[in-house]
């Protein structure tokens, strides 16, 4: 079974140091790990240093026994989708084309019968086939939102990371694209990991929650572990409160403090 861990990270940008210390227990196949924590905590950089946008000033991060600092771009980027948070494409391009694009990119340029018919799935299953040839600048922040979903989809990989994927959605499709996301890494048997704010969502989504905070792992486990920590309290500087819905599920209720 595949796993992903880090140990001991350290990063700064110049003077500035954002990760110090940072390191996480090893996550598994087919399970979604929500990455919690205040604005400026580094969740982003840490995204960055799994998928070798940027590289670490200490530490290791391991892939299925494998330091990733090893291997090349090429197989970082087969193994290792990083999903940004925020959209680009060419302006002149389909919704279809840049979802082919992300499809091929690994996988030389010619398209057959057979690609142009994963693109048509993957639209259809994240929700998006009737955007199919609607051109990207004519995209709200949201369908926008749900194409970058898509692209990430398309790939078959061993990680999925997803910064702030529902951060620009409407209440249902926040819930729509977290399910597909959940049930693609359950389906693939791959490891996912996405950056929320949103603790309820977190809650309901992830198996796991990794608190990230002053540069370092502040608290990891199951949602009613981590959620009931009195680091959630001190790292967010509010006071938290938890309560159980009708469905079973944690409700997270904050207050200023």
Known sequence: MITLSANDLGFAYGTHPVLDGAGFDPLQAGKLTALIGPNAAGKSTLFRLIAGLAKPGSGTIILDGTDLAILSTRERLKRICFMPQFFAANAALTVFDVVMMAHKQLKGWRVSESDMQAVSEVLHHSGIGHLAEAYVSDLSGGQSQMVSVAQALIRKSDVYL??????????HHQLDVLSRIK????????????A????????????????????RILAQGT????????????????EIEIAT???????????AS
Not at 202 to 207: E, S, T
Not at 223 to 238: D, K, N
Not at 245 to 252: A, K, M, N, Q, S
Request: glycine share 8%.
């Open 162 to 171: 997803f910064d702030e994927p529902t951060s620009a959605l409407d209440l």
């Open 196 to 215: 929320l704010h949103d603790l309820n969502l977190a809650a309901r989504f992830a198996d796991h929650l990794i608190l990230l905070g002053q540069g």
């Open 245 to 255: 819905g009708p469905r079973e599920d944690l409700i997270v209720h904050a207050y």
């Open 223 to 238: 949602p009613q572990e981590v959620l009931r920590s009195r680091a959630i309290s001190e790292t967010y500087g509010v």
């Open 183 to 194: 049930q693609a890494m359950i389906t693939r048997q791959s490891i996912g990991i996405m």
